[in-house]
C-alpha cells in the first residue's frame, strides 16, 4: 500500500534562518507531488507541485523553493525564513488520471 | 480563476441534528472531492463525485454533486461528536494537474 511521510511534525525556527521539509512516498512510482500551506482553521494555498523529476511548478512567488531530486521525493526550502511562512505545511500525493490526494500528517512551523 | 466558497464557514451543532455544508463555484468542475481534517492533521479524503446529480453515501454522509457539476453538498444525519472538524471540498482546475480547495467548513458537534 501507499504511504506518505513528511516530517518533522513541529518546528520553530528564528527569523533569517533556513528550511528544509522532506516529503517522501512510498509504495508507487511516478506520483505527482504537491506542497499546499494552510493558515490556522482554513482552507489550502497550493504553493508548489511537480509531475516528475526535477520539474517544479511555483504558484505563489515568495522566499521558499521546492525541488524533486528523486522520484518520490519533495523538499519545501528557504534560505532565510519571515514570519508570514509561519503556518501548517502539508505534503500531498496523487496517482497520475487518480481523483483526489493523500495527504501526509503535515509540518507546524512558527517563526519567530 | 476558479474559486470554489464553502458555507457556511462555521457551524455549532448538538448531538442528534441533521446539517449540510455547501460547496459552490461559477465554474464547471470535472469531479470534486471532500475531505475531513481534524486539528494537526492532514486533510482525508472522504468522496469523490464524478458525474453530475450523483449521489454517494458514506454510512451517515450523503454527498451530491450538483447537475450542472458547479456545486456540491454534504449533509450528514443525526450528527455525532466524531464528525467535529474542517471539511472542505476540492477540484482540478481545468486542463492542470492542480486542486483548488474551498474555503473551509468548521464543524462542531457537541454532546
Known amino acids: 500500500s501507499q504511504t506518505i511521510h513528511q516530517w518533522p511534525a513541529t518546528l ?15 509504495g508507487t512510482s511516478n506520483p505527482n507531488l504537491y506542497w499546499y500551506r494552510q493558515a490556522a482553521g482554513r482552507g489550502l494555498q497550493l504553493l508548489f507541485y511537480s509531475v516528475g523529476i526535477g520539474q517544479i511548478s511555483s504558484e505563489v512567488p515568495q522566499n521558499l523553493s521546492a525541488s524533486r531530486p528523486q522520484d518520490r521525493q519533495f523538499i519545501l ?17 496523487r496517482a497520475g488520471g487518480k481523483h483526489g490526494y493523500t495527504f501526509g500528517s503535515g509540518t507546524r512551523l512558527t517563526v519567530v | 480563476t476558479q474559486l470554489l466558497e464553502q458555507s457556511p464557514q462555521f457551524l455549532s ?47 451517515r454522509l450523503t454527498f451530491q454533486f450538483g447537475d450542472a457539476r458547479k456545486d456540491s453538498s454534504l449533509h450528514i444525519t443525526a450528527a455525532q461528536p466524531g464528525d467535529t472538524g474542517l471539511y472542505l471540498c476540492a477540484g482540478p482546475t481545468s486542463g492542470t494537474y492542480k486542486y483548488i480547495f474551498g474555503t473551509g467548513t468548521r464543524l462542531k458537534v457537541l454532546a
Open chain 1, 12 to 26: 520553530v525556527q528564528p527569523v533569517g534562518s533556513p528550511l528544509s521539509l522532506e516529503c517522501t512516498v512510498e
Open chain 2, 13 to 59: 451543532i448538538q448531538e442528534g441534528e441533521n446539517l449540510t455544508v455547501y460547496c459552490n463555484s461559477s465554474s464547471v468542475f470535472s469531479s470534486l472531492q471532500w475531505y475531513r481534517q481534524e486539528p494537526g492533521e492532514g486533510p482525508v479524503l472522504l468522496v469523490t463525485v464524478v458525474t453530475g446529480g450523483e449521489v454517494k453515501k458514506l454510512k
Open chain 1, 77 to 93: 526550502s528557504s534560505k532565510k525564513l519571515l514570519l508570514s511562512d509561519s503556518g501548517f505545511y502539508l505534503c500531498a500525493w
